[in-house]
């Protein structure tokens, strides 16, 4: 009886492994981090880093809507740049801040919706040429409007969502929950949702079951461009500016966060609860970097170096679990004869 | 028995077993393959013949049990070394590099070189050698995609010839052949034999079996049936019952539909690959389209579904003309396909089997402000799989982890859940096991009794003659005949409009 009860412990701590390498990746760093930097295990700290990856968390998102049907999307940095150049223009010509505000979230909208029109209209083979042509574009007309100058002095609202505590809570941070749990539902609970994961699981059956997917991928791409609009705003309310080359390369950041997440590149797999501790993993590594004095270049390549082995422990665990799984497989049959 | 063929063992497989996590695939397996032999191996989809297969060619490796070649004993680690020794696979689902060329693809892991060089010249000269051998007619020169599917399957035979094989494993290397192209193939295997090369004949069709073969072997559940019978020792009864362990009593099991008012009809139809197709089903009619691969029968009903777009032509459904320009339409207005390539175009491999039968049905499981419930989603989806008999009924396991014909059971259920007018059957038993045919002929059965209109397209004569009360007959994309139930529905006259020949009326 009771040696039954332990097995089943053992086994569902085993099940529990093999499900959340990267937050048990995630735990170990912190650990390390906390015996070698006392300023790690702090509250001023950690509500930092939260802080800080507020933008970075909700660029994961735009990734992994994109990643999810197979797809990318490489324009988030400068959907979310332009956005923000959007508002800052609206500023200079006088618009009342909520309006500057929403000009900035919409702006987002809008833009990752053309990218879902080039792809869908235009036939392209894949998202990653719609997506890299609009990084280009958009960057550019981020240059254009702004001469390459930033923008600076932001309005209170837009200072509150990036800069404002509530308690002691950011209120970065509490958009960033919200927007966590609203996709956790959307994307268990809704018809979109559903097809989302269908489309990226395989396009023709869901095109043969009913799923609309230029319809799908339109909205994936808009709702891509949602998530960079609200970045933007949080980026220009911590910083107080708004600024053209904002966001450069934030894209490779979301990609690492969504796959050390444990999302599929082709498609149909990905949890957003994954994404989070991905984009966290990421938000301590570079804070600890920080700490413990390692130099932004060094950084860099460490950076690279954590994606390539979070992945390949990845593999090497589902390999050795399957490996037990034989073993006791073999155990059962030998005690059935 | 008069025949006197070599009897020296070429491979003899002996106590073979391999244990799967939770599953026994082999289970003390024997198995001897002589010289000049066509060993046929049957066994119902799961019954162990792939797990077989990938022990002798050692991508798979076996716990127990041992393999003699030619009187030696060996190990195979990589189907490279499985090459070496003269052992060459063709896939059911066949291997070649699409974008490659005829010539690219036979040398393709296995180059002839000079100086570290590709001798092209060379290649040449023996892909065009050993394609004459195996009777195909073409350039090698010819990229694989523009091959058809029975010149592919010789481009493969050629590829095991210019290494050596000895013995050559099919795995129902027929299963997308036309009746030409199968003919074509077992006329080359017999020949084969006579050259002194053996081969290993998976299919699920026995009158293949009993045309080209020697010996045959059964599986089920991973163990020997009984011992190697000559192939003329068996008729079909016995072979069925030892694959299924029963006998089937019905082949083709009787349905109790009324056929009562007309439930589709189509006038016109014409798209690419399909010219003015005119048909109408009732309730509860079961429809046969036959003809010969590449008679435009799965462009037709792709076109009617919406999957493809079409030119012209109007559908009624009901009485009431509806237009279908996409498969949502086609779905909303009662019509509903299963496509015959249920791997790429009927599931979602990587999905469970909730997301799989639900995909088309979702909308009726939202409830307020348009969230779904997922409890009853996985209920329904029990309730349905009791229905099919999905085995096993474990509904959070993915698709590819079930056998063929528990596969085509997810997607008929997916179908079923939408409560269609009309259901577009493509090849509905394509690589599936007797068992599991009778078990979706049955659903067929039950769907054509609860009033619904049935369409099935078929190759197969003997499923088509069993199964339809009448039979669409097309050829190269035209409507040849209609034949209704009677005397006049025989073998002769389908294969008379299905060759696009005519018949006295």
């Known amino acids: 009886m009771n040696n039954s009860k332990k097995s089943n412990t053992f086994d569902s701590i085993k099940a529990f492994l093999a499900k959340s390498g990267p937050l048990v990746a995630l735990l170990i760093m912190c650990i390390f981090l906390t015996i070698r930097s006392p300023s790690f295990l702090t509250l001023d700290n950690l509500l930092n880093i939260l802080r800080q990856s507020s933008s970075q968390a909700l660029i994961a998102v735009s990734l992994m809507l994109a990643i999810l049907t197979g797809g990318i999307d490489l324009a988030v940095g400068s959907t979310m740049a332009l956005s923000m150049v959007f508002m800052g223009k609206g500023l200079e010509a006088g618009f009342p801040p909520i309006v500057c505000a929403l000009i900035c979230i919409f702006s987002g909208l809008f833009l990752g919706w053309v990218n879902g029109i080039i792809l869908t209209k235009l036939k392209l083979p894949h998202p990653f040429i719609s997506t890299m042509g609009t990084k280009y574009i958009f960057r550019g007309i981020c240059l254009l409007l702004t001469l390459g100058s930033p923008i600076s002095g932001m309005p209170n609202v837009v200072k509150w969502a990036g800069s404002a505590f509530i308690g002691i809570i950011p209120v970065s941070l509490i958009i960033v929950i919200v927007i966590y749990i609203i996709f956790g539902i959307f994307f268990s609970k809704t018809t979109l949702g559903r097809h989302i994961y269908a489309v990226g699981g395989n396009k023709e059956t869901a095109r043969l079951a009913g799923v609309n997917i230029d319809f799908t991928l339109c909205a994936v791409y808009a709702l891509s461009g949602l998530m960079c609009g609200i970045a933007g705003l949080i980026l220009a309310g911590r910083v107080d500016a708004v600024y053209p080359m904002a966001g450069v390369d934030w894209e490779s950041d979301a990609i690492a966060a969504v796959i050390v997440g444990g999302a599929s590149f082709f498609g149909g797999k990905g949890t957003i609860s994954g994404t989070f501790v991905g984009v966290m993993l990421i938000a301590v590594l570079r804070n600890g970097l920080n700490l413990l004095g390692i130099t932004p270049d060094m950084q860099t390549v460490v950076l690279g170096v954590v994606i390539i082995l979070s992945v390949f422990i990845d593999v090497i665990r589902n390999g050795g679990f399957a490996k037990i799984q034989k073993l006791d497989a073999k155990a059962v049959a030998k005690n059935n004869k | ?505």
């Not at chain 2, 244990?19 to 191996?41: C, K, M």
Request: proline fraction near 2%; charged fraction near 25%; aromatic fraction near 4%.
């Open chain 2, 1 to 505: 028995m008069g025949e006197t063929y070599s009897k020296t063992p070429l491979l003899e497989i002996t106590e073979l077993t391999k244990q799967f996590p939770g599953v026994l695939a082999l289970d003390h397996v024997n198995l001897t393959i002589n010289e000049s032999e066509i060993h046929i191996l049957l066994g119902e989809n799961g019954a162990g013949k792939s797990t077989l297969i990938k022990s002798i060619i050692g991508v798979v490796k076996p716990n127990e049990g041992n393999l003699v070649w030619n009187g030696t004993p060996v190990h195979t680690n990589s189907i490279r070394e499985a090459y070496n020794l003269g052992i060459a696979v063709i896939y059911q689902e066949l291997s070649n590099i699409q974008c490659l060329s005829v010539v690219e693809n036979m040398f393709v892991g296995n180059e002839i070189k000079k100086n570290g060089l590709i001798e092209w010249k060379e290649q040449y000269r023996q892909a065009e050698l050993y394609l004459k051998k195996v009777g195909c007619d073409i350039d090698p020169k010819n990229i694989c995609e523009e091959l058809g599917m029975g010149q592919k399957q010789l481009v493969e035979i050629a590829k095991a010839l210019q290494r050596k094989a000895k013995l050559i494993i099919m795995d129902e290397p027929t299963a997308s052949l036309s009746r030409k192209e199968i003919d074509v193939l077992l006329k080359l295997m017999l020949q084969l034999k006579k050259e002194g090369i053996s081969i290993l004949f998976i299919t699920h069709k026995l009158d293949e079996a009993q045309k080209v073969g020697d010996v045959l072997t059964v599986l089920k559940d991973g163990k020997n049936v009984g011992k190697t019978i000559p192939v003329e020792e068996a008729d079909e009864d016995t072979i069925i019952h030892m694959m299924v362990g029963r006998s089937l009593d019905e082949k083709y099991p009787k349905r109790k539909a009324v056929i009562k008012a007309e439930a589709l009809r189509v006038e016109h139809l014409c798209g690419n690959g399909f010219n003015d197709i005119s048909f109408s089903v009732r309730q509860g009619e079961i429809m046969g389209v036959f003809g010969l691969v590449g008679a435009g029968r799965t462009e037709t009903m792709r076109g009617l579904f919406g999957a493809d777009e079409i030119s012209s032509g109007t559908v009624y459904i009901k009485n009431r003309q509806v237009e279908i320009r996409n498969p949502k339409e086609a779905i909303n207005n009662g019509l509903v396909l299963i496509s015959e390539n249920r791997k790429e175009e009927g599931l979602i491999l990587i999905h469970d089997v909730v997301e799989n039968v639900t995909l088309p049905s979702l909308k009726e499981f939202e409830e307020k402000i348009g969230l779904l419930n997922n409890k009853t989603r996985e209920q329904k989806t029990m309730e349905y799989g009791e229905k099919v008999n999905l085995r096993p009924l474990h509904i959070h396991k993915n698709a590819m982890d079930f056998s063929g014909g528990n596969q085509q059971k997810i997607v008929i259920e997916k179908c079923v859940m939408t409560d269609a007018d009309v259901y577009i059957f493509d090849e509905p038993t394509k690589g599936v096991d007797v068992g599991a045919k009778v078990e979706i002929y049955s659903i067929m059965n039950h769907l054509a009794e609860q009033g619904a209109a049935v369409i099935m397209v078929s190759s197969e004569m003997q499923e088509i003659l069993g199964m339809s009360d009448n039979v669409l007959v097309m050829y190269e994309g035209k409507k040849t005949g209609y034949i209704e139930k009677g005397s006049k529905m025989t073998h002769e006259n389908l294969m008379i409009l299905g060759t696009g020949g005519k018949f006295d009326e």
